[in-house]
């Protein structure tokens, strides 16, 4: 029936966009390591709009525990240091007149099992979403007025293991998320 397949198909691409939220809200925390998208939610006041960091400016790591800020347009170093301040990401920024560096210092073992538990609210989160998209899903299956009984407890079956597939991919992001974050 093409009502089910329909069905079908906004669950998962709902479930595989709860997936993707995760994984961006993942990139967010650090897990020692300095990476341009530490910065992903730093926005700057350029010319009176909000923009993007990276829409102004280059963000590089040379190393490890580095990232490096070069501004497109010099008079925004300023701005930029700024607005990395104002992110509230418990950076220093240094700006030595031509570029802005931000050592990343390492993360102590409280701040470890802190960013883990940030780690699973997001998960957490993201399971929600899964659970409420199989929600939804087995609430127009039961609406289906011209399906059988038979047909209707299939779909039911299988959006249930469509859930259970991405709860277990949930599951395992968070397991690599912590091992990433919890390892020195």
Same mark, same amino acid.
């Given at each position: 029936? !093409? !009502?089910?397949?329909?069905?079908?198909?906004?669950?998962?691409?709902?479930?595989?966009?709860?997936?993707?939220?995760? !994984?961006?809200?993942?990139?967010?925390?650090?897990?020692?390591k300095?990476?341009?998208a530490?910065?992903?939610?730093? $926005?700057?006041?350029?010319?009176?709009?909000? $923009?993007p960091?990276?829409?102004?400016?280059?963000?590089?790591?040379?190393?490890?525990?580095?990232? $490096?800020?070069?501004?497109?347009?010099?008079?925004?170093?300023?701005?930029?240091?700024?607005?990395?301040?104002?992110?509230?990401?418990?950076?220093?920024?240094?700006?030595?007149?031509?570029t802005?560096?931000?050592?990343?210092?390492?993360l102590?073992?409280?701040?470890?099992?802190?960013?883990?538990?940030q780690?699973?609210?997001?998960?957490?989160d993201a399971?929600?979403?899964?659970?409420?998209?199989?929600?939804?899903?087995?609430?127009?299956?039961k609406?289906?007025?011209?399906?059988?009984?038979?047909?209707?407890?299939?779909?039911?079956?299988?959006?249930?293991?469509?859930?259970?597939?991405?709860?277990?991919?949930?599951?395992?992001?968070?397991?690599?998320?912590?091992?990433?974050?919890?390892?020195?």
């Amino acid at each position: 029936m !093409e !009502e089910l397949e329909f069905i079908f198909d906004t669950t998962k691409e709902a479930m595989t966009n709860a997936i993707k939220h995760l !994984e961006k809200q993942f990139s967010n925390i650090r897990a020692g390591k300095a990476s341009p998208a530490m910065l992903g939610s730093v $926005t700057i006041d350029y010319y009176g709009s909000q $923009t993007p960091l990276s829409q102004v400016a280059n963000v590089n790591t040379p190393d490890g525990r580095t990232i $490096t800020v070069q501004p497109w347009e010099k008079n925004m170093l300023q701005e930029i240091e700024r607005g990395i301040m104002i992110a509230n990401l418990g950076f220093n920024p240094m700006n030595n007149g031509d570029t802005i560096i931000i050592n990343v210092p390492p993360l102590t073992e409280e701040r470890r099992r802190d960013l883990s538990k940030q780690a699973k609210a997001e998960s957490e989160d993201a399971k929600v979403a899964i659970r409420n998209a199989r929600k939804e899903a087995n609430n127009e299956v039961k609406q289906l007025e011209n399906a059988s009984e038979d047909l209707k407890k299939n779909a039911e079956t299988d959006v249930q293991e469509l859930t259970n597939t991405f709860i277990k991919k949930i599951d395992d992001l968070y397991a690599i998320k912590e091992k990433e974050i919890m390892t020195v």
